[in-house]
């Protein structure tokens, strides 16, 4: 399979032995590039030093790192203050206490303030695995995106989490950063573009858009492979920031296939799939089929267990890439 | 801003924001009135005393920062403003109104002298207790003041925030507490018992002072009292008459969240407000 040249992706892409390194990991040594580029970088965090991966700055900068307690609400109305007075705070929890838990003040004294506050939000998605759903970040990027002035961003490895989490520092204004618990796919390189705001193209294609957003991109490219052995030719796009969204990017590629499958993990309402639809329904309208947990909560199990219960497998890839390009010769 | 040390121009100077907040919630035709007037004698202390401030330059650095938590209370920190030289009186006029600075709750983005937008209870807190780490870190010498409810304590944010405020030891921040007792719902003892609440700030590491809230010399002491504490973060518990002025408004919990009547019941409050109460001729 043959890969988009500009992306300059990890060459064991699509290959067995692909490298796993947890999206977290890329988090925490951004921060710390962050934090050494720019004095006014502090993090904060709630209790969950270590599993947000925050330990990292903690221990090199610990006069810039803040042990807030298990208190998400003050942490994210401190951060506002810290910000609105010359700081650059990221806040580090678990995506179902932030931006979850602790919305209004994200909302109010975050985003209605344009306070440079960069909200990082671990261990989202169904991954979480056996804590069960309580810990099971499905609505983040939902409730992230409605709000007024801020960026939403889901990096689909580690590599690009860290690239991620330096440009939100160097972005004026809210951001969101998603990720992960577990080890995941290695699929860019340090040489790999990133542009906040803009999707990128994996592998060029003209039957079907494969959009997907996080690490179930990694699927997304195996579902390809499948594809395209049995003669369909998709393309696959990372859909790294949630918003602002690239309009203008997604229909350029959408009108090359007519036809769109999103992937996330993450609700179907609320996140990728609405952003997509939303955009594409008011310029280009086309079937578009969707990959992510259904209207559900998860509960306990392996990663791999919880992924296929709640479908979002590479043949669930195939089977909506099939559909879609069925509804589309029916137009 | 030079401070104003002469009690009684003080008290004349709290007196005319009492009537503009009268005047401005009569024009807005909703909003909050048993706060405001009550608080009227810590703003006048506040921005024609105790804060060091420059209205001509609202952005300098080295100004006293001031959050008001209890943002529903905004008529009395725009009077106060607006008389300090930060706007001009018409604009009073312009509360709660299309295209205004005076937003119905306080707005960074429409107008940034006020530091911080505020209204969902207790965010400002946390937003004061950022802001005094934040100076903390960088070695900077002002101070942080915030103003908070008395029913904005029912929100677990605000405790959150204190006992944050305790552990970190921030002597640069000064929280004063608008002790009325009354919210929506009515006397705070009903609703949600506060008491004892020196007790619980105590609890929390803070050092807590008393006083009369509507005598501006107390307000005045305490606030330079609280920046000679070195080892905690201070809060001043500022006992208010709420609607303090107006006979018919005061101590009524009904008051907390409306606005007098156009017409007689306007006029009655200004009335009053203008001879303190029958105590002198109207100017």
Redesign the interface.
Same mark, same amino acid.
């Given at each position: 399979m043959k890969l988009h040249p500009a992306a300059k992706l990890h060459p064991k892409l699509g290959r067995k032995n692909v490298e796993m390194i947890a999206t977290r990991d890329g988090y925490g040594k951004g921060i710390v590039e962050a934090g050494k580029k720019d004095p006014h970088v502090?993090v904060l965090c709630c209790d969950l030093t270590e599993s947000t991966r925050s330990h990292w700055f903690a221990e090199t900068f610990p006069?810039?790192f803040?042990e807030?307690?298990v208190?998400e609400?003050?942490m994210?109305?401190?951060?506002?203050?810290?910000?609105?007075?010359?700081?650059v705070?990221f806040i580090s929890s678990y995506a179902v206490f932030s931006p979850g838990r602790n919305w209004?003040?994200v909302r109010?004294?975050i985003c209605?303030?344009?306070a440079n506050v960069k909200v990082a939000g671990a261990h989202a998605g169904i991954s979480v695995g056996p804590d069960g759903a309580t810990h099971q970040a499905l609505e983040d990027i939902a409730i992230a995106r409605v709000l007024p002035n801020m960026t939403v961003i889901v990096p689909c490895d580690a590599e690009e989490t860290r690239k991620a989490t330096l440009a939100a520092a160097a972005r004026r204004g809210p951001v969101y950063i998603r990720f992960g618990r577990e080890k995941t796919a290695l699929m860019t390189t340090a040489q790999t573009p990133f542009t906040i705001g803009k999707v990128q193209l994996f592998k060029d294609g003209k039957d079907v858009t494969l959009l997907a957003t996080g690490s179930l991109l990694y699927q997304t490219v195996l579902a390809a492979q499948e594809l395209q052995a049995e003669g369909i030719d998709a393309q696959v796009v990372n859909c790294h920031t949630i918003k602002p969204f690239d309009d203008k990017g997604v229909l350029a590629l959408v009108r090359k296939t007519g036809a769109v499958v999103t992937v996330e993990e993450h609700q179907i309402h609320g996140g990728l799939r609405a952003a997509v639809a939303e955009s594409l329904a008011a310029q280009f309208p086309v079937p578009v089929r969707a990959v992510g947990m259904p209207d559900a909560f998860g509960e306990s199990g392996t990663p791999t267990e919880l992924l296929e219960k709640y479908g979002m497998t590479v043949e669930a890839i195939v089977k909506q890439a099939r559909e879609a390009i069925r509804l589309k010769k029916l137009k | 801003m030079k401070k104003i040390h002469k009690l009684v121009q003080l008290e004349k100077i709290a007196n005319g924001v009492r009537q503009d907040i009268i005047a401005m919630l009569v024009e807005a035709g909703s909003g909050h009135s048993a706060g405001p007037l009550g608080m009227a004698d810590v703003f006048t202390a506040l921005y024609f005393n105790v804060l060091n401030h420059d209205p001509k330059r609202p952005g300098w650095d080295g100004r006293d920062?001031l959050?008001l938590s209890a943002g529903h209370i905004c008529p009395v920190r725009y009077a106060a403003m607006i008389r300090a030289g930060y706007g001009k009186p018409a604009e009073l006029k312009t509360l709660r109104k299309l295209g205004t600075r005076l937003q119905g709750h306080p707005?960074?983005?429409h107008w940034p002298a006020v530091?911080?937008?505020?209204?969902?209870l207790?965010?400002?807190?946390?937003?004061?207790? +950022?802001?005094?780490?934040? $100076?903390r /870190?960088?070695g900077k010498k002002h101070f942080v003041f915030c103003v908070t409810g008395d029913g904005e304590l029912d929100e +677990?944010?605000a405790w959150? $925030?204190f /006992?944050?405020a305790g552990?970190k030891r921030l002597n640069n921040l000064i929280a004063i507490v608008d002790r009325n007792n009354i919210q929506i719902d009515g006397h705070t003892e009903d609703v949600l018992p506060l008491e004892p609440l020196r007790d619980k700030f105590e609890a929390f590491n803070w050092h807590v002072l008393e006083v009369d809230g509507n005598n501006i010399e107390q307000v005045i002491d305490a606030c330079e009292f609280a920046k000679t504490i070195y080892e905690k973060p201070t809060v001043i518990l500022a006992h208010t008459v709420p609607g303090k002025g107006v006979d018919y408004m005061e101590f009524d919990p009904a008051w907390h969240g409306k606005t007098p009547e156009a017409g007689e019941q306007a006029r009655e409050a200004l009335r009053q407000l203008r001879s303190l109460g029958g105590q002198i001729e109207p100017e």
């Open positions: 502090v006069e810039r803040v807030v307690g208190a609400q003050n994210a109305g401190m951060a506002a203050g810290m910000a609105l007075n010359g700081k705070p209004d003040q109010v004294s209605y303030n344009r | 920062r959050y707005a960074l983005a530091e911080a937008s505020g209204g969902p207790g965010q400002g807190i946390s937003v004061a207790v +950022g802001a005094a780490l934040a $100076a /870190m960088d +677990g944010q959150e $925030a /006992m944050f552990k």
